[in-house]
């Protein structure tokens, strides 16, 4: 016996003409409509896998999963929404299992001790979800006019996949992508990752959705930004575990004298003081 989510899958598939997504004409077929091989191709999973989802023999599919058949089917944004439904995804998880929740964003009175210690060094206290939970006066600096911390809650993963102005602003954007997107992996906790992913897939696309499920290791090499005051600034990231916390302390260091120096210009326009956000 079918299921509502199975069944849509196999309608949306057998209406999409091959050609409409660049795919082969590969002659005349028994049903219309894409093969189920090729939309296992696109989404990433196997033919059994999507086998399986359409004749209604596996009913949980992950949230990565589903964003995967959404992205190979090239889902508009209320075909989207509705498979979530169907998949019933409430808030990034399937309500088989309890809801999950965002993870804490309070940092440890002795933490932000120790980040005010760093004044006036370039520092922030973040997690895998790319929350910005805490900062110094010199990261409101370097990040000061690029939209970042404008919002009530900073998440530097959503800044990355969602604000046009994150692709001026970061000289290897692909790379900051890559890494965020792959941090997410090793967020907080499942429960937070899945539930920050679902929330976020339907807004980023299919770019987010295929950096998130290659696997590929960044290098995290030098950070480089380009300030809207038109100066280039090379950082390099040193990274303290906060393991009890599930949270890193993240110190940018200039790479080379130049660096330094716009650093310091920068430090010397009016900004505020250390900000912890809750």
Known sequence: MGTPLGDFVRAKRDSIQPESLGLPDRGRRRSPGLRRSDLATRAGISVEYLTRIEQGRDRNPSVAVVNALADGLSLDPAERDHLRYLAKITGGECVAHARPTAPSRQVRPSVLRTLRLLEPGIALVTNRLGDVLAYTAAYESVTSG?????????????????????????????????????????????????????????????D????????????????????????????????LELTADAQQLVVLLPADESTARAVEELRDRPHGRLRAIS
């Open 146 to 206: 690029t939209g970042l911390l404008d919002a009530e809650a900073p998440n530097l993963t959503r800044y990355v996949f969602t604000d046009p102005r994150a692709r001026t602003f970061f000289a290897d954007w692909d790379e900051v992508a890559d890494e965020q997107a792959f941090d997410l992996w090793l967020g907080p906790s499942a429960e937070n990752s899945e539930w920050f992913t679902a929330e976020l897939a339907p807004v980023a696309g299919p």
């Open 208 to 239: 987010f959705t295929r950096r998130y499920n290659r696997h590929v290791v960044p290098p995290r090499g030098v950070l480089r930004l380009r300030h809207p005051s038109g100066r280039e600034l090379s950082l390099i990231r040193e990274t």
